[in-house]
């Protein structure tokens, strides 16, 4: 393929990813017209992506979002990167898309909302940091319908290869009164037939919870498990969190995108959101965000798609390809020869950077793990039971985790 094909087949890429992310997150409001969403539109790559044997990971969390929950919620948004840094250390390393379905109820001020699968974990993070726990309080909440829109508002992958997985995660039971629902005993059906385990992760000890949660997981075949109201969340400052937290933002000023600009403007939309949550965040959540940009699937993911730096270095793409009002800002006007060479400073920088991190998240992990064996309680943590499930179910996948592989 010459670049000059590639280039347009890159073009076609994005344009359906955008098409696709754009139909996908509405919210679902019964017999009302939509409210707006303040839930960002992510684009979603196009299906398929286990072509070059890479292993993948498509993990959907549902997750309840209603007045109880609000610890729990705060754990997610802390914790959104150490569960993606755990999924990465698998051998080999995986493709990792990640998607999520927040829930209430009919009468609060939505049912659902709705974030597609993305490898854009930094936008998953910032539509995280937009959620508040409130409504409900009635008990039983919109569940069956969540879960039938993991299924199939969500655009799941084509790789029969593949690890696909939900994760739901709430402390009500489903309503059963609602005529129009589709009842979680028929979803589950058609998850099965499509190759997606669900696991059931019950906060707070309710047993009419904990017996559908059960259930859930029975006919999902996933696993059940039960932690505490706020999820128990492992939280352990380290010495190291500072630097990483630095060294990240700096390797995100390494990143050039390139497009038009249409293109442009809605990348840097998307990247204002997630520099927004990003400085809200404290030097922990920073840190843990850093870990997974240390992996290898970390480093794919954090870049994206149309990252000229990368793809003009990997040789992927040829700058005098690319039309004068395409390229980034701080390239359209200098000479060719100029621009090569800001490309180049990027590179360098970027890999000195990338090993940096790595040594540094490697001197964070050895910490925690001392630190989580000489004060206990990781296994109760909502952390360590999603990697239990993980570690237990990816194998159909190719993927093999140690047991010291949990990210906290």
């Known amino acids: ?130 959620l508040q726990a409130t409504g409900g309080g009635d008990g039983p909440e919109s569940v069956n319908q969540a879960l039938h829109e993991a299924l199939t508002r ?74 505490a109201q706020d999820g128990n969340a492992v939280a352990i400052a ?34 204002a959101a997630s520099e927004e949550a990003r400085d809200a965040a404290p030097a922990q959540v920073l840190a843990r965000r850093a870990t997974f940009a240390a992996s290898a699937s970390g480093k794919a993911a954090l870049l994206g798609d149309k990252e000229l730096v990368d793809e003009v270095t990997q040789g992927a793409l040829a700058l005098e390809e690319i039309a004068p009002e395409a390229l980034p800002e701080p390239l359209q006007g200098l000479p060719e020869a100029e621009q090569r060479r800001v490309i180049a400073e990027r590179a360098e920088r970027r890999s000195e950077l990338q090993r940096e991190l790595e040594a540094t998240a490697a001197e964070r992990g050895a910490y925690l793990r001392r630190q989580v064996a000489e004060t206990g309680g990781a296994e109760d943590s909502l952390d360590h039971k999603l990697f239990d499930a993980v570690r237990a179910q990816a194998g159909s996948a190719g993927l093999r985790y140690d047991a010291d592989a949990a990210a906290y």
Not at 203 to 210: I, L
Not at 213 to 224: E, F, P, S
Not at 242 to 265: I, M, Q, V
Request: with cysteine.
């Open 238 to 271: 380290t010495p190291y969190d500072d630097k990483l937290a630095r060294l990240s933002t700096e390797l995100d000023g390494t990143r050039l995108y390139y497009g038009s600009a249409e293109e442009r403007a809605e990348r840097a939309k998307r990247l």
């Open 154 to 227: 969500i655009s799941w992958g084509q790789d029969a290869a593949a690890y696909r997985v939900v994760f739901l995660v709430g402390d009500a039971p489903p309503h059963m009164d609602y005529q129009d629902d589709v009842p979680y005993t028929k979803t589950l059906d058609l998850a099965s037939r499509r190759g997606i385990r669900v696991n059931a992760i019950q906060c707070g000890k309710d047993p009419r919870t904990r017996s559908t949660w059960q259930r859930i997981a029975q006919l999902g075949a996933g696993a059940y498990a039960q932690v």
């Open 1 to 130: 393929m010459t670049m000059r094909q590639r280039k347009t087949a890159l073009i076609g890429i994005a344009l359906f990813a955008a098409t696709a992310g754009a139909l996908v997150c509405l919210p679902s409001l019964h017999g009302r017209a939509p409210a707006p969403d303040p839930i960002a539109t992510i684009p979603a790559p196009p299906p398929g992506q286990g072509s070059d044997a890479q292993p993948v990971v498509e993990a959907v969390f549902v997750l309840d979002t209603t007045g109880s929950m609000g610890g729990l919620i705060q754990a997610a948004k802390d914790k959104i990167w150490s569960i993606a840094a755990t999924m990465a250390a698998a051998e080999p390393a995986p493709k990792i898309r990640m998607g999520l379905v927040a829930y209430r109820d009919r009468g609060d001020a939505y049912v659902t909302r709705v974030v597609d699968l993305t490898p854009d974990l930094d936008a998953l993070h910032a539509a995280l940091f937009q």
